[in-house]
């Protein structure tokens, strides 16, 4: 057993697919269409660590926030696992999030009033989770190895360690999914590597498929292969 697989089994990934899915913005008289995602076909098999790769305004957010429940496409089928949130209401998109999957961001996002112990529960605490919830944090605090920080506020962490916090959260309700929104972005080369070791470690130890958009190589390297986005089209290819 590897250490910090204490307390919960380790998580099976979910497959994603996306069949002819387009997504246009603002449909609005004034602001015209934008059109983020053209008739794209994806398959991201369980287990997996893609990566997206592009240029900026390509469509690799679009694409995480469509197979993140975050919003619907246009037109086309997303699907996650054997479910289709593509034609989900707004309050099973919600559970989905809840339930399914973990965010990470540039910025991290964290929530400034909070510790870092009560901003990694708080995911747990929307799912309505009630048993076993410290052991769960503390099983999470040890991965990130902020133990010793638990009780601190965000604005007293370095980039790095409010970095790892955002993962600790992400994870902590054991997603099947794991989507990452250019998490090295916003700090230097040698954090970084830290972060997507531990990304990697995560992959390894809780078995999520992970989805991670990027525009660095070294980054990509970590990844099974990379899916390159461009002008709203995708292509696969090994990274480098
Ligand atoms: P990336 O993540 O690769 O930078 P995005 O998915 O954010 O690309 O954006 C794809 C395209 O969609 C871009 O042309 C962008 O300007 C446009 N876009 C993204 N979000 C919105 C929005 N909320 N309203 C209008 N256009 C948007």
């Known amino acids: 057993m590897q250490p910090g697989m204490l307390v919960s089994p380790a998580t099976m990934g979910l497959t994603i697919r996306l069949d002819e899915v387009h997504h246009e913005y603002g ?24 990566v997206l790769m592009g240029p900026s305004g390509s469509g690799k957010s679009t694409i995480l926030n469509l197979i993140g429940a975050v919003d619907r496409p246009t037109r ?21 999030r809840r339930m399914k999957i973990g965010f990470i961001f540039q910025f991290f996002n964290l929530i400034p009033t909070l510790t870092v112990r009560e901003n990694i529960e708080f995911p747990l605490a929307l799912g309505g989770e009630r ?8 099983r999470v605090l040890d991965e990130i190895a902020l133990g ?15 970095q790892r916090v955002a993962i600790g959260r992400a994870v902590v309700h054991d997603p099947p999914l794991l ?6 972005g916003n700090l230097d080369t040698r954090t970084g590597e830290r972060i997507l070791e531990l990304i990697r470690s995560i992959h ?15 980054a990509a390297s970590f990844g099974d292969y990379v899916i390159d986005v461009i002008d709203g089209t995708v292509g696969r290819r090994e990274p480098r």
């Open 27 to 50: 449909r609005t008289e004034e602001a015209g269409t934008v059109t983020a995602l053209e008739n794209i076909s994806l398959e991201i098999p369980a287990g997996d660590f893609a």
């Open 76 to 96: 086309g089928r997303v699907m996650l696992g054997d479910r289709e949130i593509s034609s989900m209401s707004e309050r099973d998109l919600t559970l989905v």
């Open 131 to 138: 048993g076993g919830m410290r052991e769960r944090v503390d």
């Open 148 to 162: 010793h920080r638990a009780s601190h506020y965000p604005n007293e962490l370095s980039g790095g360690e409010m």
């Open 179 to 184: 989507l990452a929104d250019e998490p090295t």
């Open 204 to 218: 390894q130890s809780r078995n999520p498929t992970v989805v991670m958009a990027t525009h660095s190589d070294r």
